[in-house]
């Protein structure tokens, strides 16, 4: 399958942070007709999909990934070549409060978008160019402690109502693959980060707190580590796995960049501290001033690592964005692009987190 040709995708969650990078990346990039599927919950934004939202190869529906009718309506209408199935609840926080909703999300609604797939590609008469690919996290695998690294064949071992909803959802996958056949892929991904992330995720909620002169939170010691995947680096593997993936497969996509939390944090206030005067600002000597520990998560996971062999031996991906030049670039986003921000219910609820896919 070449997405670079005339096909049509259609994409879930396409109004996140992440989806919204894939269908911007399509549209400008690769001659494909996109089809955004997207509830617009808190983390779905039009605004993320203005750069395209003009073009005629561009389709918004605004449609929830449990509701049965829409999903295989879809499907019949515009008659995609393949799906990225992004669309999940993915807060940590969130779904320690409110589980339910990611159970609904993450579970049921992917089992309701395999069905609508699979009823299509049936009546279709199985074309072969079709792919399913169900986009996932490194936290269904559990935590890591000082060494080792999660590779396909590590076993689940979710910690959080979220990750367990995503694992749950990476079985569904696999199970209609080898029940139905159904030609699905699966990644498994780091921490993301880059623009348009919503602003409860902990990059943005750092950069945010420190231009705005509040405190930065950070939990507990701030020690727990964490790989992070530069959010284009990502669209490029997800493409190449759909492309190019063999059937059934899963492929972890990791940055190899392991830091500690309190590490980027520190990170991004001394890129503040360079490009706005803190003590115009803050009346700080530093954005490091503004850093506040707070009480830890429960379940948190100390660790996550991806070890990428893989996809770079198979399907010869490997990241290409440098960590340092990746922050830099997303903290001048977020500092030139404040109504953006301010667009948004800013819904952080007091807390921060690492987590995200």
């Known amino acids: 399958m070449d997405v670079s040709e005339d096909t049509t995708l259609l994409i879930t969650g396409g109004a996140g942070f992440i989806g919204s990078a894939v269908v911007r990346h399509l549209i400008e990039e690769t001659e494909a007709t996109v089809v955004t599927v997207d509830k617009l919950t808190y983390a779905g934004h039009r605004e993320n999909l203005a750069p395209v939202a003009d073009t005629s190869r561009h389709h918004f529906e605004q449609v929830d990934i449990t509701d049965a009718p829409s999903m295989h309506r879809l499907f019949r209408e515009y008659e995609p070549g393949g799906v990225l199935h992004l669309a999940a609840e993915s807060h940590v926080d969130r779904s320690i ?8 999300t993450n579970v049921v609604g992917t089992q309701v978008l395999l069905e ?15 792919r399913f690919l169900h986009v996932s996290t490194d936290e269904v695998y559990g935590e890591l402690r000082e060494t080792g690294k999660f590779t396909e064949e590590t076993p689940y071992d979710p910690s959080s109502p979220y990750s367990a909803s995503k694992a749950g959802a990476d079985h569904l996958v696999r199970a209609w693959h080898r029940t139905y056949d159904l030609p699905v892929l699966i990644t498994n991904c780091s921490n993301n980060y880059g623009p348009y992330q919503h602003p409860e995720k902990l990059i943005p909620v750092v950069i945010l707190s ?14 727990n580590v964490r790989d992070w995947l530069y959010v284009e ?19 972890n996509v990791g940055g190899e960049c392991e830091k500690q939390n309190i590490s980027v944090v520190r990170q991004i206030c001394d890129i503040l501290d360079e490009v706005r005067a ?7 000597e530093s954005h490091r001033d503004l850093i506040t520990f707070v009480e830890d ?4 996971d100390w660790r996550y690592a991806i070890n990428a062999g893989k996809i770079k ?16 670039r997303t903290v001048e986003w977020y500092a030139e692009n404040r109504d953006w921000v301010r667009s948004l219910e800013r819904d952080v609820d007091g807390g921060v ?3 995200t896919y």
């Not at 409060?97 to 609904?104: L, N, R, S, T």
């Not at 399907?315 to 830099?328: D, I, K, N, S």
């Open 116 to 130: 609508a797939a699979r009823t299509y590609w049936e009546e279709q008469g199985h074309p072969a160019g079709f």
């Open 313 to 328: 031996r198979e399907l010869g991906w490997a990241p290409q964005v440098e960590f340092e030049e990746g922050l830099r």
């Open 233 to 251: 680096d990502h669209i490029r593997a997800l493409l190449r796995v759909l492309r190019a993936g063999e059937v059934g497969e899963t492929y």
């Open 278 to 284: 803190p003590e115009d600002e803050i009346g700080a």
């Open 353 to 355: 987190t690492g987590e």
């Open 210 to 223: 420190a231009l705005d002169g509040e405190p930065i939170p950070v939990y507990g010691t701030g020690e």
């Open 97 to 104: 409060d409110g589980p339910a909703a990611f159970v609904q």
């Open 297 to 300: 998560r429960p379940g948190h």
